[in-house]
């Protein structure tokens, strides 16, 4: 089975704080992706990564940025959290050929 | 831009009923269309994907039908139990060109069954 794993299941930040949510995933997937979900707004793409050090950006990519130095791993970052980045953040992965995607357990992160 | 509703929002109903979830999509353009499960504070269980080039697919209970003229799919969930009580999201990838791009959603179908 597919497994993506992601660093914490709740986090607490403050205002200001440097954020870094990181996902891992097992099966040797060429894409990775990040995802918010709030409620009455749904599920939104904040960024994707096809390959290693390649990025898109996704619709709200506002406020964001990701690394991907390795196949297995892509991180997102919140250079300056603010509240209105409180949310649901999910990690999925997926190959290339049939795109369908496998999601993490998601990280529930509040900023204070 | 690619929009995906999900009718209805939510639905209530006893054990061992059929039931069907719908899903439409305004961009019939579509590269796959992902069926997934979400249960409270959790992540995505992918239950179905169909590719462009399909009508429907099956897994056990579970059978995903795709019009693409119509810009439409359903869900198709037989002899409802408890543990399918959940929320139930439609997908598509937002562009039609295949190859690696994200998914744009619809809202969801809250679902509980009724013991």
């Known amino acids: 089975d597919v497994k993506v794993t992601q660093s914490s299941r709740y986090l607490v930040k403050r205002t200001g704080e440097k954020v870094f949510l990181e996902c891992v995933q097992d099966m040797d997937h060429e894409n990775m992706f990040w995802y918010r979900q709030d409620p009455g707004l749904g599920l939104r793409l904040i960024y994707f990564s096809y390959d290693v050090k390649m990025k898109e950006k996704g619709d709200i990519p506002e406020g964001y940025s990701v690394s991907r130095e390795k196949k297995e791993r892509f991180s997102l970052i919140l250079e300056s959290a603010s509240t209105n980045q409180t949310s649901m953040y999910l990690c999925?992965?997926?190959?290339?050929?049939?795109?369908?995607?496998?999601f993490g357990p998601g990280t529930r992160l509040t900023v204070l | 831009k690619q929009e995906v509703t999900q009718i209805p929002a939510a639905l209530s109903v006893p054990e061992g009923e059929n039931l069907v979830l719908n899903c439409s999509f305004t961009?019939?353009?579509?590269?796959?269309l992902q069926w997934f499960r979400q249960d409270p504070g959790k992540g995505l269980t992918s239950l179905l994907l169909i590719q462009s080039s399909q009508r429907e697919q099956t897994s056990g209970r579970l059978n995903a039908s795709l019009d693409k003229s119509s810009g439409r799919s359903t869900l198709y969930i037989a002899a409802s139990q408890p543990g399918d009580s959940a929320t139930y999201l439609c997908?598509?990838?937002?562009?039609?060109?295949?190859?690696?791009?994200?998914?744009?959603f619809g809202k969801g179908t809250h679902l509980i069954i009724q013991p």
């Open positions: 997908a598509v990838i937002r562009g039609s060109g295949g190859g690696a791009d994200g998914l744009t």
């Open positions: 999925a992965s997926s190959l290339t050929n049939t795109n369908e995607q496998f």
């Open positions: 961009d019939s353009a579509i590269y796959n």
